[in-house]
């Protein structure tokens, strides 16, 4: 009885599981771990009080507002509008479709310092289209936004298009053959499926927005208390010499962000839960 149990153990487990765990463990730990526990370390040289003064000071918060501000409102713009794009890609044919569908995944390849500056060349009060707006958009906090929405819609769009693809077209036909509203359908029976889903793009955008560095740095101005973003303001006080107080502030980033990305997981679970029922 011993024996069948230990061979039936032997055979559940996948063959070379033990030693493919290892080394799963053993990348990750040299990847995230030991980098992201050196950031700890190197703060934990500073005093409470040092600290406190580090994470809090006006241009330092200001940073913070604007960072975790314009990515929050740039990631929400790109669930509103990943989602049409996704819907157009995935519901429609039309002429140059896989063009279009090519370009979305643009923000990935590009390099994000080419982004800046072609967003700067555009946007600039003197640029094609900055000098067509009556309102100025690079070199203020609107250039930020623009920049991380830039960056954060193929998040969006590559994560519901999957759904949408599989998402049955019968369910659909059936609400509106029960009486249903093109509103209700989509509220009622595709919103439901793709929530889970749109939780997880917004989630990505957002997580993405947050670390962005090259594309920002050269359409916001950089100004302090008006459109410095927390990356920049870590690279400055690095090139100040000044690495426990960087260190500090990179600390509040990650706690921060930990924090957000849990409450959106949980929250994700929440909805499969609730569709499940």
């Not at 526990?37 to 604007?66: G, I, P």
């Not at 958009?137 to 994560?159: E, K």
């Not at 260190?247 to 839960?273: P, Y």
């Amino acid at each position: 009885m011993f024996l069948s149990k230990t061979l039936l153990k032997r055979h559940t487990v996948l063959p070379g599981f033990d030693l493919a765990l290892g080394f799963a463990v053993l990348y990750l730990s040299l990847i995230v771990l030991v980098p992201l526990s050196a950031v700890f370390l190197k703060t934990f040289t500073l005093s409470w009080e040092a600290f406190v003064a580090a994470v809090t000071a006006d241009r330092v918060v200001a940073s913070y507002r604007l960072t975790f501000g314009a990515s929050f409102a740039a990631a929400l713009v790109n669930a509103v509008f990943g989602l049409l794009v996704a819907w157009v890609l995935v519901r429609y044919s039309f002429p140059f479709k896989r063009i279009v569908d090519a370009l979305v995944d643009l923000p990935f390849a590009l390099p994000t310092a080419v982004a800046g500056i072609a967003l700067t060349a555009l946007y600039a009060p003197n640029g094609w289209i900055g000098e067509r707006l009556p309102f100025k958009v690079a070199f203020t906090p609107l250039g930020v936004f623009v920049a991380l929405t830039f960056i954060g819609l193929p998040f969006v769009v590559r994560t519901v298009q999957p759904i949408l693809e599989d998402l049955q077209k019968e369910l659909e036909e059936a609400a509106a053959t029960l009486g249903a509203t093109r509103l209700q359908t989509f509220r009622l029976v595709i919103l439901p499926t793709l929530a889970p889903a749109l939780l997880t793009g917004f989630a990505l955008a957002f997580a993405r927005a947050l670390g962005e560095y090259g594309s920002v740095i050269f359409i916001a101005g950089n100004m302090p208390m008006v459109s410095e973003i927390t990356p920049l303001l870590i690279i400055t006080k690095l090139e100040q010499y000044d690495y426990a107080g960087a260190t500090a502030i990179a600390t509040v980033m990650l706690v921060m962000s930990f924090a957000l990305l849990l409450a959106i997981n949980l929250l994700q679970a929440w909805a499969r839960k609730r569709q499940g029922r």
